[in-house]
């Protein structure tokens, strides 16, 4: 049986509601005015931004609608909500099920952020695991879904795919010697103390990566599927 069976455009009659979250965007408040020690315009966080090139290229591609959610094996939305910040895109929307008729228990999601072309921008697994048990779906669920999204790099072929016009490094995190990622300082001249402070960022951002890959493995060992 086919479990292609999400809808995006008109909601079902009977429903079941099923709230599903990603990771919100964390941090104190920002502040008007000020900056924080990366460049961020959220004062009371510490993350370092997006260039301006690649805020304006996401931006962009939000304006021109162009962007939509795959979920694999499931459905498209094409017309998903966007809100963008200088580091983070937060994508909501909701998935409509017509089938499957019987109850099916759902360990993850496989999500997909595209152009209308094809291009694959960003992919990422949602494990859906509740009390350490997968939900469950059938024709009539429907599924409010937060999906979102830390960016560090945009390739700078795509940069420069969606905005021609850009020139020199598109990226904090390119080294201006090699044009190679460096995730250490990047391009970026810092001062020893914020030397320090991105060390502590990277510790950071590995232990959230660290338990993100221990939940997704759990999920995905469950499953019974690769």
């Known amino acids: 049986m086919s479990r292609r069976a999400i809808r995006d455009k008109q909601p079902m009659t009977k429903k079941t509601i099923l709230k599903v979250e990603g990771k919100l ?34 931006s962009r591609l939000i304006e021109m609608d162009d962007l939509e959610v795959h979920v694999v094996d ?3 939305l094409h ?3 966007f809100r963008l910040g200088d ?25 997909e ?12 697994r949602q494990p859906t695991l509740y009390g350490n048990e997968p939900i469950t779906v059938q ?11 830390a960016i560090d ?14 020139i020199g490094l598109t990226s904090r995190w390119t080294d201006k010697d090699t ?9 970026m001249n810092l001062g020893s103390d914020k030397k320090r402070l991105l060390e502590r960022l990277h510790k950071g951002k590995k232990l959230v990566k660290n338990m993100s890959k221990a939940e997704i493995d759990k999920a995905t060992k469950m499953s019974g599927r690769g």
């Open 25 to 58: 965007p964390k941090g104190g408040k920002a502040f008007m005015g000020q900056d924080n020690a990366f460049g961020g315009k959220n004062a009371g966080s510490n993350y370092v931004p997006m260039s301006e090139d690649e805020q304006e290229v996401l």
């Open 74 to 76: 499931w459905g498209i």
């Open 79 to 81: 017309q998903p909500k």
């Open 87 to 111: 580091k983070r895109l937060g994508i909501q929307f909701t998935l409509n099920f017509n089938a499957p008729a019987i109850p099916m228990r759902v360990h993850f999601f496989d999500l």
């Open 113 to 124: 952020l595209r152009t209308r072309s094809g291009l694959i921008l960003y992919s990422e």
């Open 139 to 149: 024709a009539g669920t429907e599924l409010q879904m937060i999906w979102d999204i």
């Open 153 to 166: 790099r945009i390739p700078p072929s795509v940069v420069k795919m969606f905005k021609p016009g850009a």
């Open 179 to 187: 044009g190679d990622i460096d995730y250490e300082t990047g391009n």
